[in-house]
C-alpha cells in the first residue's frame, strides 16, 4: 500500500475528480479527510470508502469558510492525529465572455479556485512544518493556458501554479513538497457542462483523441502524494491527453 495509515484531506471529494483521488487514497491505505460544499454527495463517498474498510471522516465544508475550515481540520487531527497530504481539488468554472461577466462571477471563481486553497494551506501548513513531512497537491487545469469565456478560471488555474512554485520553495527546506497537477478534459459534470461542439474540437487537438477519465488523474495524483515523488516539487504535471505540451 503506498499511503498506509497517511492522513489525507482532499476538497470538492463529493464527486468528479475529487471523489475518484478519495476512492484511491482509501485504497491505497490512507485515512481521509473528505469535504465538498454537497454534504449528500460527501456522505456518500463516506458510505463507499467505509463499505471498503476504509478509514474516512466527511465534512459540509465551503473552502472560502475560514472557520469552517479550522474545526475540520481541528477535528481531523483529534480522530486522527496529524495530516500528511492536502489534495486542494475543489474547483468551480463562471464561465462567460469578459465584457459580459459579473464581478461576482470573478470573485467567487478566485476566491474558490484560489483563495481556497490558499485558505486550506494556511491550515495544515503548521501541522507539516512541525513534523518536517507533507505533501500538497493544487489542482490547476490545462485551461491556465487561456479558453474563451474562461478569463476569470484560466487566471485562478495559472496564479494556483505560481501559489505552487512559491510555496515550494519555502517549504522545501521543511521536507514539504508542493505539487500541481492539471487535468485536461475529464468526464466529470464539469465536463458535462461544455457544449458537444467545443468537446468534439478538445477531442480533435488531443493526441491520445479522447477525454481523460478521473481515475486517470487520481493515479497522477496519488504518484505525488506517495514517496515515490519524494525528489519532485515545484512541478506543474499535465494530465490531459498532450493536449498541451508546455
Ligand atoms: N473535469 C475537467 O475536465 C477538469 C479539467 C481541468 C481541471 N479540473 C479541475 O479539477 C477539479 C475537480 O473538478 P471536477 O471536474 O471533478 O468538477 P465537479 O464539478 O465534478 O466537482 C467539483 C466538486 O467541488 C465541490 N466544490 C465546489 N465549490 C466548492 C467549495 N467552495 N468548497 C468545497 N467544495 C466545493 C463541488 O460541490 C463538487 O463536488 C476542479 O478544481 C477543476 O477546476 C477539471
Redesign the pocket.
Known sequence: MRLKDKVAVI??A?????AAIAKRFAAEGAKLVI????EE?VQDVVKEIEGRGGAVLGFK????DRSAIESMVKQAVSDFGTIDILVN?????KDVMLHKMKEEDWDIVMN??LK?AFNMVQAVIGIMREKSYGKIIN?????RFGNVGQTNYSAS?EAIVGFTRSLAKEAGGKGINVNAI?????V????AGIPEHIRDMMKYITPLARAGQ?EEVANLCLFLASDEASYITGQCIHCDGGIFMP
Not at 35 to 38: A, H, P
Not at 89 to 93: L, T
Open positions: 476538497t470538492g463529493g464527486k468528479g475528480i475529487g469535504c465538498d460544499l454537497n454527495n465544508v465551503d473552502v472560502t481539488n475543489a474547483g468551480i468554472v474558490v479556485n481556497g489542482v490547476s487545469s490545462a485551461g488555474k492539471a487535468p485536461g478534459t475529464i466529470t459534470d464539469m465536463y478521473p
